[in-house]
């Protein structure tokens, strides 16, 4: 079932490059890895987010990886396009000890729980910078923030949908972000700037914290600049989805 959150739509995208593998900018901005994301000139053929048959014309990336914690890979699948409406994005994650907190009363109870996640910015510097945290369920922690990790929990998206299912492998969690919200929010459809992460946790003490991109640090840290890609947008396709 497709659930409503007050969440900005997140324009996800496509990497050119390997996703631990950054590539060179001119001017002051670090050098940063480039997301392509694509482009479709339709919506979604079926009623389901997760079913549309979009998905197999649309690149697949599995390269997240947790260098803060014995460096493991993981073959979490992540996958988005911009519609000429909205950003749709589409995680299948493996999953054989999902750890959800029941009864679920508040949003703040995704922070225990197996999830999947998004941040956008429009600035390298995430002077402001929009997050949605998805469980297995659909439920949604989202929250505005600014650097350095000054969150506002009652802030929520006005357009964010997603759409979830559950097997004995894993979950998948899916969804999508009007653009309309985005320019909104300050966020341009032609570049701005994106964090993917996943959170896996086998009991509520045990976490592994992984992200599609690489950062060389101690500690895992989603909450920095250096965590987000450079997203530059395709031109729009001519075939349907």
């Known amino acids: 079932m497709i659930m409503k959150h007050s969440t900005p739509l997140i324009v996800l995208a496509f990497i050119v490059l390997s996703a631990c593998t950054p590539r060179e900018k001119g001017g002051t901005e670090p050098a940063r890895p480039i997301f392509s994301m694509p482009r479709q000139t339709a919506e979604p053929d079926t009623g389901s987010i997760i079913s549309a048959t979009v998905w197999q014309r649309v690149p697949v990336m599995k390269s997240f990886c947790a260098p803060w914690?014995?460096?493991?890979?993981?073959?979490?699948?992540?996958?988005?396009?911009?519609?000429?409406?909205?950003?749709?994005?589409?995680?299948?994650?493996?999953?054989?000890?999902?750890?959800?907190?029941?009864?679920?009363?508040?949003?703040?109870?995704?922070?225990?729980?197996?999830?999947?996640?998004?941040?956008?910015?429009?600035?390298?510097?995430?002077d402001i910078y929009y997050c949605m945290e998805m469980d297995p369920k659909g439920r949604t922690l989202d929250y505005v923030a600014s650097f350095y990790r000054q969150y506002d929990y009652e802030w929520s998206f006005a357009t964010l949908q997603t759409e979830t299912q559950i097997s004995a492998d894993g979950y998948i969690v899916a969804g999508r972000l009007s653009t309309a919200e985005m320019l909104q929010l300050g966020?341009?459809?032609?570049?701005?700037?994106?964090?993917?992460?996943?959170?896996?946790?086998?009991?509520?003490?045990?976490?592994?914290?992984?992200?599609?991109?690489?950062?060389?640090?101690?500690?895992?840290?989603f909450h920095i600049p250096e965590m987000l890609y450079r997203v530059e947008v395709e031109t729009p396709r001519t075939t349907a989805p």
């Not at 000429?84 to 994005?89: G, I, R």
């Not at 341009?188 to 964090?195: R, T, V």
Request: charged content about 25%; some cysteine; aromatic content about 16%.
């Open 187 to 221: 966020i341009p459809l032609d570049g701005f700037y994106m964090g993917i992460f996943r959170a896996d946790f086998d009991g509520p003490q045990n976490v592994v914290w992984y992200s599609l991109l690489r950062v060389e640090r101690e500690q895992a840290d």
């Open 69 to 126: 914690t014995d460096d493991l890979q993981d073959e979490t699948q992540f996958q988005c396009y911009l519609s000429p409406h909205y950003m749709y994005f589409r995680f299948q994650v493996p999953d054989q000890t999902l750890t959800l907190k029941e009864p679920f009363r508040e949003k703040l109870d995704v922070c225990p729980e197996d999830r999947a996640e998004i941040f956008l910015s429009a600035t390298p510097g995430m």
